[in-house]
């Protein structure tokens, strides 16, 4: 990989991470309630880092060889575990985060913009862009799951690759992801 091509992915891998610490919903300093996590006792959420077979990757449009592990804590609990993958052409680099945070939450959440209401597979979905990240760069497809959800993140990685809308991506990217992980 390129030094240019390395430093686009800890640039990315930095939007995610920021995303996944910005979860929390909040108004000006003044909390506000949220949904609670649907999980109880320790936390746990699907790990796709090790979880998520290198033949799954590949199937659904992704080199396994590009993984990029941005949030999987070694040991104990953990709310999010996120990895990222980079499609064949290096145009699209795909998130997968896996949370125990809901979808209320991210309805709710005041950091969300472009707010669509949709479907994955049988799953009630939300389509949304991060309020810094609405550049049509990137987009996030949320769906959920009995941990929470999942939020599947495609983001252009090749500016001159910019030849379709980036949601419709993340659609489909979330549309196959979605059978290989739990309900």
Not at 167 to 178: H, N, Q, R, T, V
């Amino acid at each position: 990989m390129r030094t240019a091509d390395i430093v686009r992915v800890m640039l990315a891998t930095a939007a995610a991470t920021a995303l996944v610490t910005g979860c929390t919903s909040g108004t000006d300093g003044v909390a506000t309630t949220t949904v609670a996590p649907t999980t109880t006792g320790p936390i746990e959420v699907y790990n796709p880092c090790s979880e998520l077979p290198d033949q799954v990757v590949a199937e659904v449009g992704l080199n396994p060889a590009s993984k990029d592990i941005v949030t999987d804590a070694p040991e104990g609990e953990t709310s999010w575990r996120v990895c990222a993958w980079l499609t064949p052409d290096d145009l699209i680099l795909v998130s997968v985060l896996s949370t125990s945070h809901t979808l209320d939450e991210a309805r709710a959440n005041k950091n969300l913009v472009h707010k669509v209401e949709t479907t994955v597979g049988s799953r009630p979905a939300l389509r949304s862009n991060d309020k810094t990240e609405i550049d049509g760069k990137s987009c996030y497809t949320s769906f959920a799951a009995e941990q929470g959800m999942f939020e599947i993140k495609a983001t252009w990685f090749e500016e001159d690759g910019w030849t379709r809308d980036i949601c419709e991506i993340s659609g489909e990217f979330a549309s196959a992801l979605e059978p290989h992980l739990p309900k």
